[in-house]
């Protein structure tokens, strides 16, 4: 296939953003963080290695993430506890925000909902910016690890992928069959996991993460949350997942409550303003 004439002139054309963010509405950090600091922790929970837990946030309050046995990438999910067909919407919150998501960005909800879920309120990884190869931290980008690939690609039967921590927490949790649950697991916010595409072939890649103990990323529920993380068997996904050959460690989640009245003029956002008639 040979070039048209005007190749480079069509290339040469500049970007522009397919969604300017300068209408989305902004959270008021000020008044998150000052809520912060009246906080006490009301409960914590843990992903062993390979596994994943569940956690519940109310409205209002704070969950942490954090490594802090070593190096290790989570795979996290989000529902409204009270609607668990109202879940995380990767495709939209990375065509808002970009592909990976820190301090001050939101996981936002699936149609017919579109509103935030969490907040990012803090991010100790924030200073890692996007290095020389185009990665970058928190990613939108990468789906989850899941056994359907690993038996496209090579025809293996893995059982501690992402997808399938996150099916059996989330069936544990709520008393599905394994069935019932594995539907409502959807595409993640990659924790700590350092990812981005080869600018020559366009490929998804990862490498090490450059998360250590000490680190955490740290979200404020917007609306009652249902949480699941998976600690990924591609431990700090320096080499590979879907295998239980890399080291893997486990992840903390830790809740916090704010102080009666921290929040005051706060209320959850309320759902989506689009009428839903769809032009009929
Ligand atoms: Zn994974």
Redesign the pocket.
Known sequence: MTEPADAALRRAIAPVICYPNETLPVPDLALYRAARATAVKTGEFVAPPREACTFRVPAGQFFRISAPDGPQ?G?LNLWNANDLSERFYSGKTRALHGTHLTTGERMWSAFPYLRPMATITEDTLAWYGIDQYGGSVHDVIGT??DPYTGNLLSGSQYHH??HSNLTRALADETGMTLAQAEPHVHDVLNVFMCTGFTRDTGQYFMKASPVRAGDHLEFFAEIDLLGAL?A???GDCSAE?SSDTSTCHPLLVEVFAPADGALAGWTPPPVNGYDRSHGR
């Open positions: 990438v795979d989850r690890c992928c992402c998976s990924c068997p591609g997942h």
